[in-house]
């Protein structure tokens, strides 16, 4: 008995970890983790993001903790911006903690990411293509003394997997001198797929594909509006986002789109709706905060009482570049 038991606490876990990664409804809050071909892909020379994440936090374990909680912090810089035409160089470092459950499974990941933007085209219409490249170190852990079994003994297991991995990312940006800067970009993570075992079994980790797109809008001096959406696919499930922020410029004579937007998102996965997101975001002087909530629209809603999960993202952008003929055209997110 006390083996079965432990063979289910590895499954859940196991499985658990290898269905799908972290995914932050606010998908622009860490670049870098979306794709590393973002890195470095802001109006700026460095740029500094944190965001937390609490789901389902009216579910609660028996220790009090909410059931999955995550927080995450990013720094990239962007390079040679001005020395080689619109081309320039992103290094970043992007890491994340979440945990969940009784048992405290814990995920404890962190990715160097370069990535490369050659800039091209004339006039009116700018373009940009970049190359991302990641390495990854990622921990796995749970509590093991918070685990019960059925004659009172504690299994003797490993409390923590630790592994390498590795990813790539393609970014492609177009730049209109008025009206339009949209991006379409892709990554494959998790080439390595490396195996998570806490005992004698344990799964690969499975590979990720991430398509994700977006764009800023126009409409007039003063409203804009942000579409974005995101595809995951991992382990054979997938997820899509969709939706849009509209833009509300304080200033519109002023170059740093300084204002307030309101957002309405949802998202879908395998294939059934899975929640609404609500999102309010200020933008200021290089300033961004972010406040996010799910509404959950699952076949879990009741369970949850319709409550998903709230996300808060804070991030600054700093220019250091004083001459305006070198920026490179990046979509302001």
């Known amino acids: 008995m006390r083996f079965i ?5 590895v499954l859940i876990c196991t499985v658990f970890a290898r269905a799908q990664d972290v995914a932050f409804s606010q998908i622009h809050a860490l670049p870098q983790y979306l794709n590393p071909a973002m890195t470095g892909f802001f ?29 995450g912090a990013a720094v ?31 995920t404890t990941d962190a990715t160097i990411n370069i990535a490369y933007s050659k800039g091209f085209g004339r006039g009116d219409v700018k373009h940009s293509l970049a190359l991302g490249l990641q390495g990854e170190f990622r921990m796995y852990g749970i509590n093991a003394a918070k685990a019960v079994f059925s004659d009172g003994v504690t299994e ?26 949209w991006y379409v970009a892709g990554a494959y993570t998790h080439i390595l797929q490396p195996r998570q075992k806490f005992i004698s079994m344990g799964s690969k980790t499975q590979g990720k594909i991430t398509v994700h797109s977006g764009a800023v809008v126009d409409i007039t001096p003063r409203f804009n509006l ?8 991992q382990g054979g499930l997938w997820q899509v986002n969709a939706g849009t922020y509209v833009q ?33 975001r200020l933008d200021y002087k290089g300033f961004q905060a972010v406040v996010g909530y799910d509404f959950n629209i699952s076949a879990l809603h009741r369970a949850t009482n319709a409550q998903g999960a709230i996300e808060l993202g804070v991030s600054y952008i700093a220019q250091l570049q004083k001459n305006k003929r070198d920026k490179t055209p990046c979509i302001q997110f």
């Not at 962007?78 to 814990?106: E, Q």
């Not at 942000?226 to 696919?233: E, G, R, T």
Request: overall charge positive.
């Open 43 to 71: 109006d700026g020379n460095i740029r500094a993001s944190a965001i937390y994440r609490n789901q389902w936090f009216t579910v609660n374990s028996k220790y009090g903790n909410s059931m999955l909680q995550t927080v």
């Open 248 to 280: 509300y410029i304080f200033d519109s004579f002023s170059d740093e789109r300084n204002g307030i937007s309101f957002g309405i998102f949802s998202r879908f996965a395998n294939p059934a709706p899975d929640a609404l997101i609500a999102s309010v």
């Open 156 to 181: 003797n297991i490993s409390p923590n997997v630790m592994n390498f991995d590795a990813g790539v990312g393609l970014r492609y940006h177009i730049a209109f001198r008025s009206r339009l800067s």
């Open 226 to 233: 942000l579409p974005s959406a995101m595809f995951v696919y």
């Open 5 to 9: 038991g432990l063979v289910c606490t």
């Open 76 to 106: 990239d810089g962007s390079f040679l911006k001005g020395k080689y035409k619109r081309n320039y160089l992103g290094i970043g470092l992007c890491v994340y903690n979440d945990w969940a459950g009784d048992l405290s499974f814990r």
